[in-house]
């Protein structure tokens, strides 16, 4: 195992686990549906039962991912969420709204009613994958923030900074980052509906409109964003960098590049969309369908997955800098020492018992569909 291998191999780790968490983003995607899909205030209770019992694997996962990126590339970690605190703390703070309207909206003595803190579960079902959408577009299009890795050998702290006091929230002036990011919230609302469809036992919310027509809407504005974004990426310059001297320069149609130079990786993207566009279409027609939402999610993971690689694999900076180019961060400069990745292989070879526990777990949630019957006999949200 070279330094090099670990460096590829965690930055496939890092992608694979931020494509899981889009996925699961179907907990933010449904929430903000509470009230277009629930009509009455048990149907709305329905909603939020089937994913207040799997909200926790989105915030492990969102954790999960972040730690991964601080043991492996430290520095994008100081980088971004050191510099554009802003942006990470509404993130963050939409979370902790979201843990708290699911444990208080139904207890005694809760003065705000439930309405109250459903509404809150929207707020971040809209502004979880909306910003976060938008923060993976910036491994696109480029960060205002400045490295003076020369402030180590001075002994000082910081090593780097963002560059104007916006602290992150400028990305969102991007047009192309508000584009990702809006198609990541509609693609969270179509795996919600499919999530709904496939888990709450309530002929209300089988009612074929009231499931079909806001997937319908959804899949529309995701699939329009989703192309512009694409071909944006595809035709515009990208941000390379030469691995014998480090300099990091404009190349144009770079992301087309990697994906003709990594051609596999235009098979397997092929395949994710496929798998999306199948398990949604097949579900809006198909009424008694309820498996379109792991068909989807499959293909959801495999599309993120390609789209993340192209920006890091193939001597691409993963985080350019648009305040000072050679700033921007590559596998080679942002990277933790070979010692620390090799031993973090060996302890990732646990991951398959992980995994195998969070299947077992699911499926022990998920042993009978959710009806008003079950929650007001068992624990509810």
Known sequence: MTY?????????????????????????????????????????????????????????????????????????????????????MIILFSFVLQAVSYEFQNKLGNLLGAKTFQWLLVLNGILGPLLLGGAVATFFTGSNFIVEKGNIVDSQIIISRWANAS?????????????????VFFLARILGCLYIHNRVDDELLHNHDQIIQPLWRSTWLFLGLFLAFLGHILTCEGYAYDPATGVIFMEP????????????????????????????LWSMFHKAYKRGFWVTGFGTVVTVLVLLLLTAWNNTAYYPSTADLQSSLTMQNSSSSEFTLRTMFYVSLLVPFVLAYIIYAWRSIDKKEITLDEINNDHAY
């Open 4 to 88: 090099i291998f670990l460096q590829h191999y965690w930055c496939f780790i890092v992608a694979l686990l931020a494509a899981i968490l889009v996925f699961l983003m179907f907990v933010q995607g449904a929430n903000s549906l509470i009230f277009t899909i629930g009509k009455t205030a048990d149907e709305r209770r329905l909603i939020v039962n089937a994913t207040g019992r799997k909200w926790e694997f989105t915030f492990t996962t969102l954790v999960t991912f972040g730690g991964a990126f601080f043991a492996s590339y430290p520095l994008f970690y100081s980088t971004s969420f050191g510099g554009a605190y802003w942006l990470w």
């Open 253 to 280: 149609y770079k992301y087309l590049h990697n994906l003709i130079e990594m051609w596999p990786l235009v098979v397997v993207l092929l395949i994710g969309v496929v798998f999306v566009l199948f398990g949604i």
């Open 167 to 183: 602290h992150g929230l400028d990305d969102l002036l991007n047009i192309w980052n508000l584009c990702l990011g809006l198609a």
